[in-house]
């Protein structure tokens, strides 16, 4: 936050945190829940699966006027993890890289990228 002094600082306040965490806890969509799966209850896993390259990743927001200095961050991945039961098997993938595959699907035979206007 910049006050009129022009420096940055974050703002820590617990009732900050408490609305913080309630927008991000109803800002989550899911497109189904057959059977409903979710939440998960923590007590009946064996094992679970986090599969994306950005689940590890520290990042939180674009540069420039877009970028945030919180006051702390977890990855998706450290706060499944740390959430966790004890003896609950985590297994991490990064899966697939989406652009470069992208990229080689669409090469032509002389082996360049088609050029689309």
């Given at each position: 936050m910049l006050d009129g002094d022009g420096q940055e600082r974050t703002v820590d306040s617990?009732?900050?945190?408490?609305?913080?965490?309630?927008?991000?806890?109803?800002?989550i969509v899911l497109l189904k829940n057959k059977d409903a799966t979710l939440p998960l209850r923590a007590h009946s896993l064996?094992?679970?699966?986090?599969v994306g390259g950005n689940a590890r990743g520290m990042v939180l927001s674009g540069g420039g006027s877009a970028s945030l200095r919180p006051s702390?961050?977890?990855?998706?991945?450290?706060?499944?993890?740390?959430?966790?039961?004890?003896?609950?098997?985590l297994t991490y993938s990064e899966g697939?890289?989406?652009?470069?595959i992208h990229l080689e699907i669409c090469r032509n035979s002389a082996g360049s990228i088609p050029q689309h206007s």
């Open positions: 617990e009732e900050d945190k408490v609305l913080m965490r309630k927008l991000a806890g109803e800002s064996k094992k679970i699966a986090i702390y961050f977890t990855s998706p991945y450290g706060g499944i993890a740390n959430a966790l039961p004890k003896g609950v098997q697939a890289r989406g652009q470069s």
